[in-house]
């Protein structure tokens, strides 16, 4: 499925991401970067900081788009399993995560991912495998 | 620190969880059940079915609860790690977690979580670490 | 598949198993029990405890066993992912492990266990998602 | 703690490497390269594929050498908790694993690794996390 940055725009509007502070930057060839802006109402419960699965949700849905932009279109994925680790408090404004298909075994892609603050430090870092599924119709 | 449950109505007032739907139900004895009425928001990318990155906040926020449940005032918890398995698509309008210490050796808490929905069918699974911090003040 | 008790006891023969110190006690019904009795060999770094991966080992084949209990002939599995947690430090002279198929979804089992020492002091527990395999002949 | 060959050489001769086929390779700044070369008892129960449990315990026992590498004498290290995910099935006579500390949080060490057969083929995958622990006289 190739993913336009056209289409991408209109991806990012959707409400979840808006309400979160979440855009996804880059997609392609197995990898993906998105973006946490934490919108106020996501820092809690440390003001200034993002909830830690408001990064889970990033990290996952930046595995997602990895994913997806090697796949033919009618089919989508979901996650099996995700084991996340918090290396240190995210403070700040920006988080970049950056995720990667790091092997694929038929259907089930193996994932790899990390978020880091603007100034490159790591606060989380995750593995994880994805299964693609056909879309019901 | 005790949380009587009108200090619980008061928490279940923050700005997350009302826009994600979470609501804790009961802490204490170093377990904890909590509830996600998934808003509209959240539904995405399909509708009636919450994002992964929202079960998985039900269940590490339940997880803190059932630890701070059993803390001293002037201490919080930190996920270090999470593990998540998605067992079948979460489909309804409410799921509740379950979640529990079942070990606990010096300031590392063992967890154990999982999400059901209304009609008890298991949506995901989960077990981590966390780490008791001193407050600073 | 069923598994009587006596070819249990021929499984428990194999070098692998002689070798650790690993036994399974029970098979059925999504469920199964083994039993860790480390040989000296596998207590190293520290004398009298068996390595962690030992007891991953454990865990792993015990989880293999819950599953193989309710697959018809023709059929293995391969774990996909499992994560493994040390609650306390593994001292003694046996370890029981429990496991169990907590919910199955088409080919992929997920999978809970622990391992508890002889005074039922928990040492290790662990979530997995294992695939069921066709045999190739 | 330095660690030189001469010493890598002895560490490697303990009954547990030897019996399995592991062997630490290179140990130094928060890294380490270990061998499995698999003996016949560890291959089970496919006959020329070592079992899970024992690339998980190369891949364990690599990651504490890496963090080895950089303590004070008289420290030592413990898995809180590991996750594995295994991509391929193992076949072959070699098996090597790289491992490396990517985030120090004062005692905790968040640790990465991966497995490769000898075609660099990837087997296995994992992150950790280990505590530092001071050595009881």
């Known amino acids: 499925m190739e993913i336009t940055s056209t289409d991408m725009e ?20 197995g990898s993906a970067r998105g973006l946490l802006e934490p919108t106020e ?3 809690w419960p440390f003001p200034g900081q993002p909830h830690g699965g408001i990064l889970y949700t990033l990290m996952d849905t930046t595995m997602a788009w990895a994913i997806l932009s090697g796949l033919e279109s009618g089919y ?3 996650t099996i399993h995700l084991d996340i680790q918090y290396t240190a408090p995210a403070k700040g404004k920006r988080f970049y995560c950056v995720s990667k298909t790091v092997f694929r075994a038929g259907r089930i892609h193996f994932m790899q991912g ?3 603050d603007a100034e490159e ?3 989380a870092m995750a593995q994880g495998t994805f ?3 056909k879309i019901d119709r």
């Open 10 to 29: 209109q991806f990012n509007e959707n409400p979840l991401y808006r309400t979160l502070g979440i855009r996804i930057l880059e997609v392609g060839k």
């Open 41 to 43: 109402i996501v820092c």
């Open 76 to 78: 989508n994925c979901a």
């Open 114 to 116: 990390e978020v880091r």
């Open 121 to 123: 430090r790591l606060v």
């Open 131 to 133: 299964r693609v599924i």
